[in-house]
C-alpha cells in the first residue's frame, strides 16, 4: 500500500488515538474536595470535554468519509452500502477495491466491540485487509493472511469478515468467510449462500473454504453485518433473519438504494430509536443486459409500475436493440412528459437514474 492510501487509515487512527490519550487522562486527573469547585478548573474541564467532542465529530467524518469513499461505479452494476454506526463510531466496515482483468473485491466485516475501541479495530482491520487483498490472491488465502494480521496487530480484537470476488464481467463470485453472516442471493428466490468459517483474530493456522455462485442479470446479493437481524424489538424480541428473509422476498425488485431505504425503515419500525449494535448493508445487483428493459425498470423504480406502464406507452421510444445515443435522444421527451403527468421532483429523480444508466452502458 502507497503513502496516500495509507493517509486516510492514519488520520483515523491518530484522532482516534488522541481522544482516547485525553479520555484516559481526564480520568487520571485529581478530584477537587468535596464542596470546592475551582472556577479555574470548571473551566478546564468544559474545554477539555469540548476538544474530546471535536475530536469524535472529526474521526466520525474520517471514518464515514473513508467508508463512502469506497463504493465505486461498476459499469453493469449498481450498488447501495450504507453503515450506521450505534454510537458516534462503529466497528463495522465494508470496502471495495479494483483487482485487475475484471475482477472486483468487496468486503464486509464486524469489529468486536463497540465506540471508540471498535474503531480503533476497525481502522487496523481494514487497512490490514487491504494490505492483503492487493496481492491479488483467491478469497480463501486471503482472508488466511487478514487473519494473520489481525493477530499480529489487534492482540484482543476479533473480527467477522466475508470476503467477494466479482467477476464482473461474467457475474461470477469466488466467496470466502470468516464467522460473518451469509450472504442472501435474491434470483427467483431468496437464499443465503452457507459457507462458514472461524472469526479473524482467535486462530493463526485458520484456513478458509471457498464457494462459489453466479450472479445472472437482474440478480441481487445483499451483505449485512449482525445488527440488522440482531435488531431488538420492544419486548426484546430479535429481528431475525426469517423477518429479514421475507422482507427481502417482499421487496425483491427494488433496486440496491430503494432496497437499503426500505430494510432500514423497516428496522426502524421493529426496534423503535433505539439502536444497539452498529447496522451495515451492502447490496449488490447486475443490472438487465438489454438497456431498454433496465431503462423501463428504473421508471417502474421511480413512479410505480403503473405510471411507468403509462409513460411508456404514451411516446414513441427506441427499439430493444437501439444504441444508447437513441436513448439519449428520447430522454428530454421522457422527462418532460413525466414532469408534465407526474411533476418535477419525480421528473428530476427519473431523469437522474436514467442519465446514470445510460453513462453506464455507453
Not at 87 to 95: I, M, Q, T, V, W
Not at 121 to 143: C, K, N, S, W
Not at 171 to 183: D, S
Request: net charge neutral.
Amino acid at each position: 500500500m502507497n503513502h496516500a492510501q495509507r493517509q486516510p487509515h492514519r488520520r483515523l487512527r491518530a484522532t482516534l488515538l488522541v481522544h482516547a490519550r485525553r479520555g484516559a487522562t481526564a480520568s487520571l486527573r485529581p478530584r477537587p474536595a468535596p464542596g470546592v469547585a475551582p472556577l479555574a478548573l470548571n473551566r478546564d474541564g468544559l474545554r477539555r470535554q469540548a476538544e474530546i467532542e471535536q475530536d469524535m465529530l472529526l474521526a466520525r467524518d474520517i471514518q464515514q468519509g473513508l467508508l463512502l469513499e469506497a463504493v465505486p461505479r461498476l459499469p453493469g452494476w449498481e450498488i447501495s452500502a450504507i453503515s450506521m454506526p450505534a454510537r458516534d463510531l462503529g466497528g463495522d466496515l465494508y470496502d471495495f477495491l479494483p483487482i485487475g482483468d475484471g475482477w472486483h473485491g468487496i468486503m464486509i466485516g464486524d469489529v468486536s466491540g463497540k465506540g471508540l475501541p471498535a474503531a480503533l479495530r476497525m481502522a487496523v482491520a481494514r487497512t490490514v485487509f487491504r494490505h492483503a487483498a492487493r496481492r491479488g490472491e483467491p478469497p480463501g488465502p486471503t482472508l488466511a493472511d487478514t487473519n494473520r494480521g489481525v493477530l499480529s496487530e489487534i492482540p484482543q480484537g476479533m473480527v467477522t469478515m466475508l470476503y467477494v470476488l466479482l467477476d464482473t464481467r461474467r457475474g461470477l463470485l469466488r466467496i470466502a468467510n470468516a464467522g460473518h453472516n451469509y450472504p442472501v442471493l435474491i434470483d427467483r428466490h431468496v437464499s443465503e449462500i452457507e459457507l462458514s468459517g472461524l472469526p479473524l483474530g482467535v486462530d493463526g493456522d485458520s484456513d478458509y473454504q471457498e464457494a462459489s455462485a453466479v450472479i445472472h442479470p437482474g440478480d441481487t446479493v445483499v451483505l449485512y453485518t449482525d445488527g440488522v437481524v440482531e435488531a431488538s424489538g420492544p419486548r426484546g424480541e430479535i429481528y431475525g433473519y426469517g423477518r429479514l428473509e421475507c422482507m427481502l422476498r417482499a421487496h425483491a425488485g427494488l433496486k440496491p438504494r430503494a432496497l437499503v431505504a426500505a430494510l432500514l425503515h423497516e428496522l426502524r419500525a421493529w426496534g423503535g430509536s433505539e439502536q444497539a449494535d452498529d447496522i451495515t448493508i451492502v447490496i449488490v445487483r447486475r443490472r438487465l443486459a438489454r438497456l431498454d428493459a433496465e431503462l423501463k425498470s428504473i421508471a417502474t423504480d421511480v413512479l410505480g409500475a403503473e405510471r411507468a406502464d403509462r409513460l411508456w406507452s404514451e411516446l414513441a421510444l427506441p427499439g430493444a436493440d437501439a444504441p444508447v445515443a437513441a436513448w439519449d435522444e428520447a430522454l428530454p421527451a421522457i422527462v418532460a412528459a413525466a414532469q408534465g403527468q407526474f411533476g418535477r421532483a419525480l421528473a428530476r429523480e427519473l431523469n437522474g437514474q436514467l442519465r446514470l444508466v445510460l453513462e453506464e452502458y455507453r
